[in-house]
């Protein structure tokens, strides 16, 4: 399995599965800097399940492709449903990146001219 496809790979697996109860499942999977994983997951599926439930949901799918939430690649996830999801801010708070995520980001493509 190629480290770039993973993004994808994790969608299309989640996607496959939790749209089988739920066609408008919204799976999301952002790549850090650092190569770490972001998972956002809205879906009737968790209707009334505590978020230990939505884990362990969301582990047995991902356990097919030996990963789990809790561990590489995943820095962070969020399980809602849509109700949870009109509940929550419509714009994310501005998350500022770490000094270790800075100084191993890339260079910059574009040469930036210093005054």
Known sequence: MA???LPQQI???LARTLRRKDPDAQI???RTSLGWLYLSITTSCF???ALVEREQLIDEILTTMN???GGYPFADYVLLTPQDATHQNPSP???LPLWSE???APEP???VPLG
């Open 28 to 30: 999301r999977v952002k």
């Open 11 to 13: 969608s299309e697996q």
């Open 47 to 49: 209707n009334g399940q």
């Open 102 to 104: 800075i100084l191993m």
């Open 3 to 5: 480290q770039s496809d």
């Open 93 to 95: 708070p501005i998350q």
């Open 109 to 111: 493509d574009i040469a």
């Open 67 to 69: 990963l789990s939430l």
